[in-house]
C-alpha cells in the first residue's frame, strides 16, 4: 500500500505541472507589443522622378529654340553648341575624358559627341549636387511659394550658375524683383521665361 503522503506529494507535482505548462501556453499567446511599430504612421518617401534625357531635351528650347544645333556659337560668350555650353569652362574638362583632340571652341562647336558628353557629366553635378543642395537650402525659407522640381533647379543652374539660382531664390524669398540681383545678360530672356521654356521642352520629352 502506498503512503498517503506520497499520493498528495505526487498529485502536487502534477498540478504544478500543469500550472506551469498552462502560464508557458499565454506567455506565448500574447504577443510582445512593447516593440510594436504602427504602420498607419510609416510615410514612405518615393524619391521625385527625374529625367535626364528629358532634362537635356528641355534645355534645347529655351537655349536653341528645340533645336539640336551643334555649332551653335553665341557672340557675346563662350556659350557653345545645342545646350550654349560655356567653352571656357568645358576645355579643361575635355583632354581628360578622351576629347584631347579638340583645340579650339570651333573643334568643340564641331563635335556633337564631346557635347553630349560634357552635358551628361554636367547633368550628373546639376542634380545630384547643386539642385540637391539648393532645395534643401531654399525650399523651407520659400515655404508656400516654392513650386519648383528637381529637373526646374537644374534647368536654373545651367541658365545661371549656382551662385546666380542662389541670388535668384533669395530675391524671390524677399519678395524682390529676380532680375534686380542677377547679371545684366539675364535681361535678355528671364529666369521664369528660361524655366518656362524649359518646362514646355521638358514635359514634351517623348510626345
Not at 500543469?18 to 504612421?41: F, G, H, L, N, Y
Amino acid at each position: 500500500m502506498i503512503p498517503i503522503s506520497l499520493v498528495i506529494s505526487a498529485k502536487a507535482a502534477n498540478l504544478a505541472k500543469q500550472i506551469r505548462k498552462a502560464s508557458t501556453q499565454e506567455m506565448v499567446s500574447v504577443p510582445d507589443t512593447s516593440q510594436a511599430v504602427d504602420t498607419t504612421q510609416v510615410k514612405l518617401v518615393k524619391p521625385e522622378p527625374f529625367n535626364a534625357d528629358a532634362f537635356k531635351y528641355g534645355i534645347l528650347f529655351p537655349e536653341n529654340g528645340g533645336k539640336r544645333n551643334y555649332q551653335a556659337m553665341n557672340p557675346q560668350s563662350t556659350a557653345t553648341g545645342a545646350y550654349q555650353i560655356l567653352y571656357s569652362q568645358a576645355e579643361n574638362w575635355l583632354p581628360s575624358h578622351g576629347y584631347g583632340n579638340i583645340k579650339t571652341r570651333k573643334d568643340f562647336a564641331n563635335s556633337p559627341k564631346a557635347q553630349e558628353a560634357y552635358m551628361d557629366a554636367r547633368v550628373d553635378t546639376y542634380v545630384n549636387k547643386h539642385a540637391a543642395d539648393l532645395t534643401k537650402e531654399y525650399k523651407p525659407q520659400l515655404g508656400d511659394k516654392w513650386e519648383y522640381s528637381t529637373a526646374d533647379v537644374a534647368a536654373l543652374v545651367h541658365f545661371l550658375g549656382r551662385q546666380g539660382t542662389r541670388f535668384y531664390f533669395g530675391a524671390l524669398r524677399d519678395g524682390k524683383d529676380p532680375i534686380s540681383v542677377l547679371p545684366s545678360h539675364v535681361a535678355n530672356l528671364p529666369p521664369d521665361e528660361y524655366l518656362r521654356r524649359f518646362r514646355e521642352g521638358y514635359n514634351s520629352y517623348g510626345k
